[in-house]
């Protein structure tokens, strides 16, 4: 059989199942046998009865001591037991009408049994396994279980896979050939059957390795062409510049971190090539200060900045608190944003194309086709995870040359920072500023609402201020969520907010107030007109309001625990003591972990990896965010090792043929073809 041939021609595969396959992405063949596994039972290892934790499906090896006959239970059920005996001790495995499993199974027969073993220590027992004789085990010493989904079961899937396997040709081997021998991989061939078959673990794990690497191999050689696109070209060549006098006019001294970042930056801009790097530092750790240090150096040397933020109110923040720091030397700061007015715009423009705007400040409107830079150096993009990858080739576009600097709070995972950024230097703030104290975090239920709400008017009492960040509204069941949203978000304001702090000053932000109306409310808030600001999540990321103290969370287990820390972000950026209350109702165990985990926790990267660790990456950096296609099978917390190989080759292969067009590497370039047609890039 070909591997084009439709899959409903595979044995055992209907025009049901065919469908069904159809809506996992499967059409053919070909894609059918490269749906992998996602675990495997493992009978090599079995489990003793008396060690078998209960919390886990085990395998047991077990020898059956006495069949009892079937009864008739309530509701018409049929009753079957059996009692098995391994060497540490017994157990009663029972079954619910499906007698054919025990009718076939013998009285001193040895099976493996899989499922979960309860009961206590002397009365343990095992409902509903799954039996597989010895000789089955020998043959097939690793079952695969698939992802159920679209309502196939993993025994369905499976013995389509193995239909399928049986009857058609051979997959071709994409990668160079001299790779196989270079790094002991089995071929495609081969390692497809075993992953889906593997006579022994070892031989899973071979196939696996191989499978990763070549997808991770195929993921970077199609970033790299992505990247090649426009970032060729040498970058704004800049002379050094001693950074003393900026630092100098500072209100306060800058941190080491802070210092050895900059002086990285300046090291990079007096290079040949572009600087490409990732300013990495937790929330508050003040990473402004970096880009204008950055900023002040490209100035000296005659060049423009462009810096983007992710929202409107951010960019409004930057250009105000980077004109305070650029003023002493004569540097102008313009700001543009999407909802400015025409004749604002057009001057604006106009002063960017004259070279009489040094710094840009601005959203997604930086890169807009219509912005023209007389002399654009440097690109500072701050909360770089929410820019895809596309934009970053976007920006290559626009200056043909710039430096850029991408700013995150967000710790990239090593692996994922590579891939999304290739060959990025990346500089961490390691240090916060002196005298941060930690955010005293916790989380609450409704009804401490009213006392929590005396807390904050303690808190504005003493003159500070309080962000309280509002309940969404579950977007799934709503025909209109923004209209819905800005429903919870009002009446919460008026019922809540205002009902039970009576006499103070509260403001109200939310994603759909004009630009203007969000800039005056983030105003009034920061210059204390208000004492307490009910907003939506638009105040997630980089908003600086040092004298707010407190922050409440409403409905706190609706956000991952990195928006969260964002969130928590938003205060503790003085001297003094400040609060994050996390309001929720949800009873589920795993919520009550991770908010309790948020309130032992200050630390960005710990929290990021327990996000990775409990939701996993697609949710993390949510794919729109990050842009990447989506894996099969490489895990992005695991395989670093794998991956880094993968990029060393596809650096080697690109020096050799730089735009993948070589006949020999035809079969990788479709292969990358079709990993990216699955991702949109524009
Ligand atoms: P982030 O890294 O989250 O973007 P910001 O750049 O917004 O952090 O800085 C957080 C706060 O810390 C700001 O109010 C800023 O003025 C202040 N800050 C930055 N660097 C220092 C420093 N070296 N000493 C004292 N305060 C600082
Ligand atoms: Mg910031």
């Not at 997959?171 to 006579?199: C, G, N």
């Not at 990247?227 to 002379?239: C, E, F, I």
């Not at 972000?569 to 309790?596: M, P, Q, T, W």
Request: hydrophobic residues 40%.
């Amino acid at each position: 059989m070909k591997l084009d041939t439709p899959v409903q021609y595979v044995k055992g595969v209907g025009p049901a199942i065919a469908q069904r396959l159809e809506r996992l992405g499967i059409l053919t063949v070909g894609q059918l046998i490269c749906h992998y596994p996602r675990r495997y039972i493992d009978y090599t290892q079995p489990c003793t009865i008396s060690q078998a934790p209960s919390d886990a499906e085990v395998v047991i090896r077990a020898q059956v001591l006495l069949k009892k006959p079937a009864t008739r239970i309530a509701g018409g059920r049929t009753l079957i037991q059996l009692v098995v005996e391994d060497e540490t001790s017994t157990m009663t495995v029972s079954w619910f009408n499906t007698q054919y499993m025990a009718q076939q199974m013998l009285v001193g027969e040895t099976y493996y049994f899989v499922g979960r073993v309860r009961g206590s220590a002397s009365r343990r027992e095992m409902t509903n396994p799954t039996v597989r004789t010895p000789a089955q085990v020998a043959r097939n010493p690793l079952s695969a279980i698939y992802p159920q989904t679209e309502g196939l079961s993993s025994g369905v899937i499976a013995r389509c896979i193995q239909n399928a396997l049986a009857v058609t040709d051979p997959l071709p081997e994409p990668l160079p050939p001299d790779y196989l021998s270079r790094f002991r991989m089995p071929d495609k061939w081969t390692a497809v059957r075993h992953i889906h078959q593997p006579s022994s673990p070892a031989a899973m794990a071979a196939s696996r390795r191989r499978l990763v690497f070549e997808e991770l191999f195929v993921l970077q050689l199609g970033l790299s062409l992505l990247k090649s696109r426009g970032m060729t070209q040498s970058g704004a060549p800049m002379r050094p510049v001693g950074l003393s006098p900026f630092w100098e006019s500072l209100p306060f001294s800058p941190t080491s971190a802070q210092k050895k970042a900059s002086e990285q930056i300046c090291a990079d801009m007096t290079g040949k090539r572009p600087m490409n790097r990732l300013l990495q530092g937790d929330v508050g750790s003040g990473k402004t200060l970096v880009a204008a240090a950055a900023t002040y150096m490209a100035v000296q040397n005659g060049y423009q900045t462009a810096l983007m933020a992710p929202t409107e109110i951010l960019a409004t923040q930057h250009a105000s608190g980077l004109q305070k720091l650029l003023e002493p030397f004569g540097i102008q700061v313009a700001l543009l944003t999407g909802g400015m007015r025409a004749a604002a715009r057009r001057a604006t423009l106009e002063a960017i194309a004259s070279g009489e705007a040094q710094l840009v400040v601005g959203t997604h409107a930086v890169i807009g086709q219509k912005v023209e830079f007389a002399q654009l150096g440097l690109v500072v993009v701050d909360e770089q995870h929410r820019f895809g990858v596309q934009q970053r080739g976007l920006l290559a576009d626009k200056a043909r040359s710039p430096h850029v600097l991408v700013m995150s709070a967000t710790p990239i995972p090593r692996t994922l920072g590579l891939l999304m950024y290739g060959d990025l230097d990346i500089s961490i703030l390691d240090e916060l500023p002196p005298g941060r104290k930690p955010v005293k975090t916790y989380a609450v239920t409704q009804n401490k609402r009213r006392q929590m709400y005396h807390f904050l008017d303690d808190q504005i009492g003493q003159g500070r201020q309080a962000y309280i960040v509002c309940p969404l509204v579950e977007e799934s069941t709503s025909e209109n969520p923004t209209t819905d949203n800005l429903h919870a978000v009002t009446t919460y304001y008026t019922d809540v907010a205002q009902a039970l702090l009576p006499n103070r000053r509260i403001g109200l932000m939310h994603g759909k107030l004009k630009a203007k109306e969000k800039a005056q409310v983030m105003e009034d808030f920061k210059s204390g007109k208000l004492d307490a600001l009910v907003s939506t999540t638009v105040i997630e990321v980089g908003v600086d309001v040092p004298n707010a103290s407190v922050i409440v969370i409403e409905n706190a287990e609706r956000y991952g625990l990195s928006a969260l820390h964002q969130l928590r972000g938003r205060v503790g950026r003085g001297n003094s003591e400040a609060f994050c209350i996390l309001v929720s109702d949800h009873g589920s165990s795993s919520v009550k972990e991770r908010l309790h985990f948020l309130c032992q926790t200050q630390d960005g990267f710990e929290v990021a990896r327990y996000d990775l660790e409990h939701r996993g990456p697609g949710d993390f950096f949510g794919n729109r965010q990050h842009g990447l296609p989506t894996l099969q099978l490489a895990d992005l917390m695991g395989d670093t090792r794998v991956l880094e190989v993968a990029q060393d080759c596809a650096h080697q292969l690109l020096q050799q043929d730089p735009k993948l067009k070589l006949p020999e590497h035809a079969a990788l370039a479709d292969a990358v073809q079709q990993l990216f047609e699955r991702t949109t890039f524009n």
